[in-house]
Antibody, heavy 124, light 108 residues
Framework: EVQVLESGGGLVQPGGSLRLSCVGSGFTLSSYGMSWVRQAPGKGLEWVSGMSVSGGSTYYADSVRGRFTISTDNSKSTLYLQMNSLRAEDTAVYYC?????????????????WGKGTTVTVSS | DIVLTQSPATLSLSPGERATLSCRASQNIRSSLAWYQHKPGQAPRLLIYDASNRASGIPARFSGSGSGTDFTLTISGLEPEDFAVYYCQQRSDWPSLTFGGGTKVEIK
């Protein structure tokens, strides 16, 4: 079964750092685009960051660019999100997702496998 | 950035009724749209991609339509497990990816 499992969330003070992990199983993580998506309390889904096949390119939402870094360790089939200079507005459940190609463009447009998320709380 | 606007914000229906959810894009996104179902404490679930293709394992009561700027998700007869929040999503302006604000389908 194709699955992803997030970990690493917790309580951190403003200005602090945290690293989230996402372990993929049942598929070769480096063969797919991967993304991180978050949901703040009472809010909708917000895309945070993505990585192309084999980690060749990385992408970020404006709200986290320069503070967050996405990376992979293919030997461990693990995706990471390093989060620095955390702010209260980064408080959210963070989801890892495997991307799916559009059948019309062949670009990775969608997300077909999601984890249950890990909770990050930024507060003093 | 392309903005997706979903309506209504909340839809109150009874089991067995038909649900019609709308998603409007601020620019032409051709058919590059997906729909997701999300329940509290669970992983979001891909329902529809490329505007009208059902994802693997999704029941036939879920259908998607539309192209350009106007899209619709239809649930032909609501089952008890269908009460949830539904999001549309686009990535037409690669690599940026955006979601709509969501529609909550609640039991009337």
């Amino acid at each position: 079964e194709v699955q992803v499992l997030e970990s690493g969330g917790g309580l951190v003070q403003p200005g602090g750092s945290l690293r989230l992990s996402c372990v993929g199983s049942g598929f070769t993580l480096s063969s797919y685009g991967m993304s991180w998506v978050r949901q703040a309390p009472g809010k909708g889904l917000e895309w945070v960051s993505g990585m192309s096949v084999s980690g060749g390119s990385t992408y970020y939402a404006d709200s986290v660019r320069g503070r967050f870094t996405i990376s992979t360790d293919n030997s461990k089939s693990t995706l990471y999100l390093q989060m620095n200079s955390l702010r209260a507005e980064d408080t959210a459940v963070y989801y890892c997702a495997k991307e799916k190609r559009s059948s019309k463009t062949n670009y990775y447009y969608y997300m077909d496998v999601w984890g249950k998320g890990t909770t990050v709380t930024v507060s003093s | 950035d392309i903005v997706l606007t979903q309506s209504p914000a909340t839809l109150s229906l009874s089991p067995g009724e038909r649900a019609t959810l709308s998603c409007r894009a601020s620019q032409n996104i051709r058919s590059s749209l997906a729909w997701y179902q999300h329940k509290p404490g669970q992983a979001p679930r891909l329902l529809i991609y490329d505007a009208s293709n059902r994802a693997s394992g999704i029941p036939a009561r879920f259908s998607g339509s539309g192209s350009g700027t106007d899209f619709t998700l239809t649930i032909s007869g609501l089952e008890p497990e269908d009460f949830a929040v539904y999001y549309c999503q686009q990535r037409s302006d690669w690599p940026s990816l955006t979601f709509g604000g969501g529609t909550k389908v609640e039991i009337k």
